[in-house]
């Protein structure tokens, strides 16, 4: 027997983990490169099948060993095995997301062992990849993906089989850095393009979304982690009508796999005659060739014979649709919701700043801190010419000042401190540098978290006695720390550290109480975060598609747990609310909260109708401006009753 390991590498070199949030709206751990070490190799796919001494491939030293079990096939059979997998994984065959070197691993493990790979390695996820900051490294990572050394060579092919071009892997990792740090400083409205220098571009990332499946361990694993999965059964050495479909059926998994991949649907291939083939074949009853099988959560839902190219098509498209329904808000028509702008709004008026100063120095304030204000943060806000280094030292002291003065001064006294970091929160460098310390990996303290967490403090302690002061620039606050998309992330998607989860909880309790408070001025200033709030979701979802290459909106992301909480307190907002520019806000937020939620008919519908949304909004309406009520008639008639 011989012992079986799978080595992991992090592509990302960490940058992943520290990052995606922030980016993506998902925290991604890694991205992930496997090979499996057996018999003294370290057997990858890659540029082909390729192997090298154990340790010694470009990627370097392996990140973690994990052990898969040990092996009874020998040497030679394992060579044999590989061999029939030469003409299947090939360079042209590689794929980014659905057929690269983890589903190589996957197969290989299962053929050797039985057994397969952790499922948090089941290959680069496709929610990543799919958004614009994915689609933009996708060069880079293919690259690092398919890089070689002259450490390397491929396996069962001649010693002078042609390699990728080497390129150095500091150049690689050089680029992938210069990715992200541009993706962390764009706008949060304008699409992610890359502009790293020396990325290599990858001729064929996409070329076919198929999983081709050789082990039986792997096609368990498969079908035991896949929503909707679409098997061809073939045989295409000796079956004609194999032969004749196979472009049809690649065809439409590449049409299918841009809209249902990153909602996990998989279209794979079992080729009979390699590998476990024909054991995997017999398992699921396939007598003949080709085969086509329709599993739902690892059930057999229906079955094709034959090479019926539309009848396969009408198939398919009526098996996806079983999987993945339509939102209720997909069939009807909602044309004035679906023109709502989903662009952030920002609070960008600037302040007097030597009269926010002087009322510090009024209030008693420690003059070396106001001192850092003046001479450090002010200049910066005012349009001062700073490096990116000097703008992290400048936020390290400003949040170091920020702490001191929030535990010297009374709640009623940090309102100019904080309408200091709302204006920080509109220019770019300063949101980078945020983004940097709000991040889950991060060890440096969080200037925004303490201040949320007074305002929120103080509305638990007094209600409405809560300093106006500190209310009003707390909400303002919120408003433009959810305009850009990276800390809008941070702060709205599920909260993968306590810091971040108290931040968040402390927001929502900001604003869920502001938007009933008894002054104007101050459910005004909830309006406007109850919009970024609300538009946050679609900001990612549009962000998705852009990167799926479709249309309109991807409503692959996961309903958040604030949604039913923010609802509630606006849909009280509008009942209660008779200045008719804060009811029209909260309108929008409305709208925008429940359009495609992924909550709708779990959550945010029967609360709807037990709320009476649809009467509460007719009856409000009523006497509103013709356009607002336009848009209200559209929600109460269609939008919160589908």
């Excluded at 990332?205 to 050789?214: E, H, K, R, V, W």
């Excluded at 949320?452 to 300093?467: K, W």
């Excluded at 958040?560 to 909260?586: K, M, Q």
């Excluded at 709807?608 to 009523?622: F, H, N, P, Q, W």
């Amino acid at each position: 027997m011989s012992r079986v390991q799978l080595y992991v590498y992090d592509l990302s070199k960490g940058l992943a983990k520290s990052m995606s949030l922030m980016l993506t709206g998902k925290q991604i751990d890694g991205i992930w490169h496997t090979s499996v070490v057996v018999f003294g190799r370290e057997i990858f796919f890659g540029q082909g099948i390729m192997e090298a001494k154990p340790g010694m491939t470009h990627h370097g030293p392996p990140m973690q060993v994990i052990e898969c079990g040990t092996t009874e096939i020998d040497p030679d059979t394992f060579q044999e095995y590989l061999a029939s997998l030469h003409e299947l994984y090939t360079p042209s065959k590689y794929h980014l997301i659905d057929f690269n070197c983890n589903h190589f691993t996957a197969d290989v493990v299962g053929f050797l062992t039985g057994n397969a790979i952790p499922t948090w390695i089941s290959g680069l996820p496709a929610e990543f990849l799919s958004t614009p900051f994915g689609q933009a490294m996708r060069p880079q990572i293919d690259s690092m993906f398919r890089q070689t050394s002259t450490t390397e060579h491929p396996v069962a092919g001649p010693s002078g089989a042609p390699q990728a071009a080497a390129v150095p892997n500091g150049t690689l990792a050089s680029s992938l850095l210069t990715s992200v740090a541009t993706q962390a400083t764009a706008s949060s409205t304008s699409p992610a393009t890359s502009s790293a220098p020396n990325a290599v571009a990858s001729s064929s990332a996409s070329t076919s979304p198929l999983l081709l499946i050789t082990s039986s361990a792997n096609f368990a694993s498969l079908l035991s982690s896949t929503p909707a999965l679409v098997v061809n059964f073939t045989n295409t050495a000796g079956c004609a009508p194999c032969r004749a479909i196979k472009p049809a059926y690649e065809a439409l998994s590449s049409t299918h796999a841009g809209v249902y991949g990153p909602r996990g649907a998989r279209f794979a291939e079992v080729e009979l005659g390699v590998g476990d083939g024909q054991r995997i074949a017999a398992a699921h009853g396939v007598s003949a060739t080709p085969t086509f099988i329709f599993y739902k959560r690892g059930v057999k839902v229906d079955e094709m014979k034959g090479a019926d190219k539309r009848a396969l098509e009408a198939r398919t498209e009526a098996f996806l649709e079983d999987c993945f329904p339509r939102h209720p808000h997909r069939k009807v028509y909602l044309p004035t919701v679906e023109r709502l702008s989903t662009e952030p709004i920002v609070v960008a008026a600037a302040p007097a700043y030597p009269a926010l100063l002087g009322k510090l120095e009024s209030f008693g304030a420690d003059p070396s801190h106001v001192a850092v204000l003046r001479d450090s943060v002010v200049p910066v806000l005012q349009g001062a010419t700073v490096s990116d280094a000097q703008v992290v030292g400048i936020v390290e002291r400003w949040t170091a000042s920020t702490a001191a003065l929030l535990t010297a001064l009374k709640p009623e006294q940090v309102f100019p401190l904080i309408d200091l970091w709302r204006i920080g929160l509109t220019l770019e460098k300063v949101v980078h540098a945020l983004a940097r310390v709000l991040s889950p990996s991060s060890t440096v303290p969080n200037p925004l978290g303490p201040i949320v967490a007074l305002a929120a403090a103080q509305l638990r302690a007094n209600g409405p006695a809560t300093p106006k002061p500190l209310l009003l620039t707390s909400l303002r606050l919120l408003t433009n720390l959810l305009a850009p998309l990276p800390l809008a992330n941070l702060v709205l998607a599920p909260p993968p550290t306590a810091g971040l989860g108290a931040l968040q909880a402390d927001a929502v309790h900001v604003l869920v109480d502001a938007l009933l408070h008894a002054d104007a001025a101050v459910r005004k200033a909830a309006g406007e975060v109850a919009v970024n709030v609300a538009a946050w979701r679609h900001r990612v979802g549009k962000g998705r598609a852009k990167g799926e290459g479709i249309e309109g909106e991807d409503e692959g992301q996961e309903a958040a747990e604030w949604e039913v909480e923010v609802l509630s307190a606006v849909l009280e907002g509008i009942a209660r609310e008779e200045d008719e520019d804060v009811a029209h806000r909260l309108l929008v937020a409305l709208a925008l909260l429940v359009y495609l939620s992924p909550g709708y008919e779990s959550a945010l519908k029967p609360m709807l109708d037990v709320l009476s949304a649809r009467e509460t909004i007719v009856r409000k309406s009523r006497g509103w401006k013709r356009d607002v009520r336009k848009l209200a008639d559209e929600v109460a008639a269609k939008l919160v009753v589908a």
